[in-house]
């Protein structure tokens, strides 16, 4: 059985321009979340959809959004990116509603460099 | 909001030694509480997990146990071995997962 799959492995971009990163879940996941790991920072969280809908959003500006597709799929946007948007994005599932008591499957991270 | 601290790293060890990585937690509801390991190269992984208050996580001979009244959820394992060295981090979940920054392990033969 796949794993959590994320594409592209590899992102570079230039300031001001707008990346979009793909996950797919571990199928039977209906659970996508969004972390954000910079050097020293740790995993920060950026968003958490659930059968379609945004479930709660990390304390992050509005330029990063993101959207869960009917085959629970998702996609993370950023746009007008910054330097410091440069990152490793984690994407992880799990096979229920609600984050209490699930255990997360983590995906192998979209590195994003912005120049 | 809900937050989690864990200590600062690297931490180094000979092998055979104990290990204890502290993890605090502020939460406003009853978490269940997660240490999660990122051994070199590979993504990160579940290693064990409370649910409430007293309950003890327990995997691969590492324990931690949810203590409500200290707001703690430290990780501990008696004997280290050098392929425990890996990047441990503590998380907590309520209405979102958050983790804390992880805590660097190397282990000396």
């Known amino acids: 059985e796949a794993g959590v ?14 990346a979009t990163l793909r996950c797919s879940p571990i199928s039977g996941h209906t659970s996508v979340y969004w972390y954000q790991q910079a050097l020293g920072l740790g995993l920060q969280f950026l968003l958490w959809y659930d059968e379609g809908e945004e479930r709660n959003r990390g304390n992050f500006p509005p330029r990063f959004s993101g959207r869960q597709f009917p085959n629970y799929s998702s996609e993370l946007n950023v ?37 | 909001g809900d937050s989690v601290t864990q200590m600062e790293g690297p931490v180094t060890l000979s092998e055979e030694a104990f290990l204890t990585i502290n ?79 992880g805590t660097r392990l190397h282990i000396l033969p």
């Not at chain 2, 190269?41 to 001979?61: F, I, M, P, V």
């Open chain 1, 5 to 18: 799959t994320q594409s592209p492995t590899h992102l570079i971009k230039t300031r001001g321009q707008q």
């Open chain 1, 79 to 115: 746009n007008a990116l910054e330097l410091e948007d440069s990152a490793l994005y984690l994407c992880a599932s799990s096979s229920r509603n609600r984050a209490t008591n699930e255990k997360l499957f983590f995906g192998s991270g979209t590195q994003l460099s912005v120049l």
């Open chain 2, 23 to 101: 993890c605090t937690y502020t939460a406003t509801g009853y978490p269940s509480l997660f240490w999660y390991v990122q051994y070199p190269g590979e993504g990160l992984q579940l290693l064990l997990k409370a649910t409430k208050a007293d309950d003890k996580g327990s995997n691969k001979g590492f324990e931690a146990t949810y203590r409500k009244e200290t707001t703690s959820f430290h990780l501990e394992k008696g004997s280290v071995q050098v392929s425990d060295s890996a990047v441990y981090f503590c998380a907590l979940s309520d209405d979102k997962i958050i983790f804390g920054k």
